[in-house]
């Protein structure tokens, strides 16, 4: 059996398939022979520079195989297994992992994101699963690669923002952004039970898509005035929860305006800028500082208990990811489908890598 496999690095600023060796496992660590991955604009952002990224890294952090090998450390599962990994590999045991905010590992806000950024990732014929038994998650039978492969991130992060807003059953929520993260989000609201999602893009396109996940209003900047339109659905009062998942600072001001008093906020996105900048708060759509409206900031909910059950929503069909995967490739175009994915095209939403 050949000792190496093609892997795809980052090298000089650029992404590339090169040939490595075949990762061992460590005590607490799993590999996994892999059979299909995707890309997010996470990985992009390796290859810009905007993460910092160590020349030689293995990109990628959203994969499904089978286990290849397991560390002696490891219990609960058998080589040949399928299995997906979190995108982000906590140590599930510092202060912050203990606290249940795993995804601020070690202690910085990105620090349970180390795949791909800090360690070799899992785009290659074979990656490493660090602190297995909290990462790695078996797949039911009945979920194809397509669908397992969107679950350890896009429906990972975007299905933070309305599981943590704990919104009642039959509200209101309204989902900015409507790319992986904020479609996830959509989806996730309506499998929570939403009476109504109403989804804002920056521009028209995409409706289709939104209200095939769930969207049952799908609004634009361009061509709505969106805030009062949500007033009317709302007999005046704003929306139980708004998720922000465009990434735009505007649109954190947006949320704010469209939740009803005493409702809450949830960001997905993170915000870039100097360290000095800030996000600025409509005061009277606040209500002047005694709304009780709740802001929170989230970062992706992660770990091996809760993927199982995500995985499981997509096993009985309460949410179905695959209309997200929306081109295909082989594991040797990967580089194509890295540079597919940064253009944005409208319309491309995941790729899907088979190996
Ligand atoms: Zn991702
Ligand atoms: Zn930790």
Known sequence: MSKT???LVLRGGKAAIERRPIPRAGPGEVVVRTTAASLCSADAACVSGEFPTPDGT????????????????????SVGRRVTAASTTPCGQCANCQRGFSGHCGGSAWGGYTFGVSRDGSLAEYFTVPFAEHNLVPIP????????VCVPDTI????TGPEAARFPLGGTVVVFGQGHIGLAATMAARALGVGLVVTVKAR????????TVGADRALNLAEHDVETEIRQLTAGAGADCAVEASGVAESFARAVAVTRLGGVITVLSSYSGPDDASLSIPLARWGWGIGDKTILSTFQRSGSERLGRLLRLVETGRLDPTPLVTRRYVFDD?????????AREPGHIKPLITF
Do not use: N, Y
């Open 141 to 148: 039978d009945g979920v194809t690669d397509a669908a397992a």
């Open 156 to 159: 990972a992060s975007g299905s």
């Open 58 to 77: 293995v990109l990628g952090h959203e994969a499904v195989g089978v286990v290849h090998e397991i560390g002696s450390l490891v219990s609960g599962f």
């Open 204 to 211: 028209p396109g995409g409706e289709a898509l939104a209200q």
């Open 5 to 7: 496999m093609k892997a």
């Open 334 to 342: 990967s580089e194509r489908a890295l540079a597919d994915l940064a």
